[in-house]
């Protein structure tokens, strides 16, 4: 009976190492999957700030149009010109973000996909 016993107590412990190496690998996320989404996050990000970059450019475009038009009252100019500096710093500012999303996407392209561990 002592041998039943041990075998017992044997057996539940062997159990419990068994679950978390289970979840474990449940866990455990591909690191060239990782890698593919983080491009693809980085691509669909660069492609939302050249939209926005476009977007801003026709506003920008269509405000100097106010601005220069041959006949424009004073309160017009004024506005688009306040409309056009605001926009002016949110193109400086989407232009940033582009080229520092664009350096590291290029880096992680440069980089390559992760090795795969045997």
Do not use: S
């Not at 679950?19 to 591909?30: L, M, N, Q, S």
Request: aromatic residues 2%; charged residues 25%.
């Amino acid at each position: 009976m002592i041998t039943g016993t041990g075998t017992g107590a044997t057996a539940a412990p062997a159990a419990t190492p068994a679950a978390p190496k289970t979840e474990e690998k449940k866990t455990a996320v591909d690191p060239l999957k990782e890698y593919n989404e983080q491009l693809g996050r980085l691509r669909t990000k660069i492609r939302t700030l050249q939209d926005e970059e476009t977007e801003l450019q026709l506003q920008m475009n269509e405000l100097n149009n106010q601005v220069y038009a041959p006949v424009v009252d004073q309160a017009a100019k004024d506005q688009a010109l306040t409309v056009v500096g605001a926009a002016q710093q949110r193109l400086t500012d989407i232009r940033r973000e582009l080229d520092v999303t664009t350096k590291e996407l290029q880096g992680l392209v440069a980089q390559g996909p992760p090795k795969p561990v045997k």
